[in-house]
């Protein structure tokens, strides 16, 4: 009884952490993580209900965002992170994820391999082949609202005992665990409203400039998560404190464009290039852009203020706006003609370092009505060639480091 005094008071102080999480992916990470806590198990996966769009019909599937195994993790050199498959699950009897988000119900399987024959869903026991990780037991849970609304799943793998030894999920790991489920739901709710009302300003910007759509600020924010997580790495920051800042870094780099709500549609709309006085007006957008956060009422809006103003300055001072005043558009260090000087090094924040080298790296592997997407290789050589020029070298080595995982958000968030 003890014990399991302990997990519930595990569980509340987690309802209460997961409630601060305000990003909807970081939530989606957090909540499988703390899921395998509470039952001990080495790995796991977390699918969110998606429509998607086959052969002209919608239909809802359960994607995979989050994978994690301990195991595989131990393998890794120290900072770096694990890799996995995307893919999505049909929501119907084949599958043990499908079958839980059909029904609604928990399913325990004590062993994978010993299914019974009567069973409506089966294993597919190639990802294990592939990886070479036995699945053993599982328990899958759907993510249920209040309003019988499925979110999603979340499916753990191979419980372990005290000597390591991987065991059955027991009667109590399952009402631990649809406990969890419960309170991580509301939780998903509340970050579901809160990507909602984001991407709905994505949405205005989107109606004035056909570039700035969801996926590109969804992969934009990923890519500096990813960047600044391992940054933080090198430079020793506090599991704690990365978590906060990661937290706010990934809002506020979705927003790194809203100011081109304020751009003119002769501009933004334009299927060609930018004459010079056309991109002097587009440069705008950074002040437009920070001059909606001039009244910070917490740190994700000082966040995205340095975002949006900065994310276009150059480590060597050659980018834009400069230093200027967002709000009264003053210019606080000029040249001799009383035009704005650029930041440059470590005069621009780091997280404008961050997104800048992300919105890059996006815009030039995207297609534009006035280019086709770049190769993979000729990104690369452009975002190396731009070390110490446009970009922070220490952040160009970093994304070099973890390009495995900036590919991976791609293949999360793919244009549609």
Same mark, same amino acid.
């Given at each position: 009884?003890?014990?399991?005094?302990?997990?519930?008071?595990?569980?509340?102080?987690?309802?209460?952490?997961?409630?601060?999480?305000?990003?909807?992916?970081?939530?989606?990470?957090?909540?499988?993580?703390?899921?395998?806590?509470?039952?001990?198990?080495?790995?796991?996966?977390?699918?969110?209900?998606?429509?998607?769009?086959?052969?002209?019909?919608?239909?809802?599937?359960?994607?995979?965002?989050?994978?994690?195994?301990?195991?595989?993790?131990?393998?890794?050199?120290?900072?770096?992170?694990?890799?996995?498959?995307?893919?999505?699950?049909?929501?119907?009897?084949?599958?043990?994820?499908?079958?839980?988000?059909?029904?609604?119900?928990?399913?325990?399987?004590?062993?994978?391999?010993?299914?019974?024959?009567?069973?409506?869903?089966?294993?597919?026991?190639?990802?294990?082949?592939?990886?070479?990780?036995?699945?053993?037991?599982?328990?899958?849970?759907?993510?249920?609202?209040?309003?019988?609304?499925?979110?999603?799943?979340?499916?753990?793998?191979?419980?372990?005992?005290?000597?390591?030894?991987?065991?059955?999920?027991?009667?109590?790991?399952?009402?631990?665990?649809?406990?969890?489920?419960?309170?991580?739901?509301?939780?998903?709710?509340?970050?579901?409203?809160?990507?909602?009302?984001?991407?709905?300003?994505?949405?205005?910007?989107?109606?004035?400039?056909?570039?700035?759509?969801?996926?590109?600020?969804?992969?934009?924010?990923?890519?500096?998560?990813?960047?600044?997580?391992?940054?933080?790495?090198?430079?020793?920051?506090?599991?704690?404190?990365?978590?906060?800042?990661?937290?706010?870094?990934?809002?506020?780099?979705?927003?790194?464009?809203?100011?081109?709500?304020?751009?003119?549609?002769?501009?933004?709309?334009?299927?060609?290039?930018?004459?010079?006085?056309?991109?002097?007006?587009?440069?705008?957008?950074?002040?437009?852009?920070?001059?909606?956060?001039?009244?910070?009422?917490?740190?994700?809006?000082?966040?995205?203020?340095? #975002?949006?103003?900065?994310?276009? $300055? +150059?480590?060597?001072?050659? &980018?834009?706006? %400069?230093?200027?005043? @967002?709000? /009264?558009? #003053?210019?606080?260090?000029?040249? $001799? +003609?009383?035009?704005?000087? &650029?930041?440059? %090094?470590?005069?621009? @924040?780091? /997280?404008?370092?961050?997104?800048?080298?992300?919105?890059?790296?996006?815009?030039?592997?995207?297609?534009?009505?006035?280019?086709?997407?770049?190769?993979?290789?000729?990104?690369?050589?452009?975002?190396?060639?731009?070390?110490?020029?446009?970009?922070?070298?220490?952040?160009?080595?970093?994304?070099?480091?973890?390009?495995?995982?900036?590919?991976?958000?791609?293949?999360?968030?793919?244009?549609?």
């Amino acid at each position: 009884m003890a014990g399991e005094n302990t997990d519930f008071r595990s569980i509340i102080r987690i309802d209460s952490e997961l409630n601060q999480i305000q990003d909807l992916d970081l939530l989606l990470e957090r909540i499988l993580l703390e899921a395998r806590k509470v039952v001990r198990a080495d790995a796991g996966s977390i699918y969110v209900k998606e429509t998607v769009t086959e052969d002209g019909d919608n239909t809802e599937r359960l994607s995979i965002k989050y994978a994690q195994n301990d195991t595989t993790q131990k393998e890794l050199p120290p900072g770096q992170k694990m890799i996995y498959s995307v893919f999505s699950v049909a929501i119907n009897e084949k599958s043990i994820a499908g079958y839980c988000a059909l029904t609604r119900k928990l399913i325990n399987v004590p062993d994978m391999y010993d299914i019974s024959p009567n069973a409506p869903y089966s294993f597919n026991s190639s990802f294990d082949k592939i990886s070479g990780y036995k699945t053993i037991s599982t328990l899958t849970i759907p993510l249920v609202a209040a309003d019988n609304r499925l979110l999603g799943v979340i499916q753990v793998i191979n419980s372990k005992d005290d000597q390591g030894n991987t065991v059955s999920f027991s009667g109590d790991d399952e009402f631990l665990i649809t406990h969890f489920a419960a309170n991580a739901t509301i939780a998903l709710q509340r970050a579901y409203v809160t990507r909602a009302m984001i991407l709905r300003m994505i949405k205005m910007s989107e109606l004035r400039d056909p570039k700035e759509t969801g996926t590109h600020v969804n992969r934009v924010a990923g890519y500096a998560v990813e960047i600044y997580d391992r940054w933080a790495y090198h430079h020793g920051i506090s599991s704690e404190e990365r978590e906060k800042f990661r937290d706010t870094l990934r809002i506020a780099a979705m927003l790194h464009d809203a100011g081109k709500v304020a751009i003119s549609d002769v501009i933004l709309k334009k299927p060609a290039r930018f004459t010079p006085e056309e991109y002097l007006v587009m440069q705008h957008h950074t002040i437009y852009g920070a001059g909606l956060f001039d009244d910070p009422q917490s740190s994700m809006d000082i966040i995205a203020r340095d #975002v949006a103003l900065t994310h276009h $300055e +150059n480590w060597d001072g050659t &980018g834009y706006p %400069g230093w200027i005043d @967002p709000v /009264t558009e #003053v210019v606080i260090k000029g040249d $001799e +003609n009383g035009r704005p000087l &650029g930041r440059k %090094g470590e005069e621009i @924040p780091l /997280t404008g370092r961050i997104v800048a080298i992300a919105d890059v790296f996006d815009a030039l592997c995207s297609k534009r009505v006035y280019k086709d997407p770049w190769t993979e290789e000729q990104v690369l050589m452009e975002i190396r060639r731009l070390s110490g020029v446009k970009f922070d070298p220490e952040l160009v080595d970093i994304f070099f480091e973890i390009l495995p995982s900036i590919k991976q958000i791609q293949s999360l968030y793919p244009e549609h």
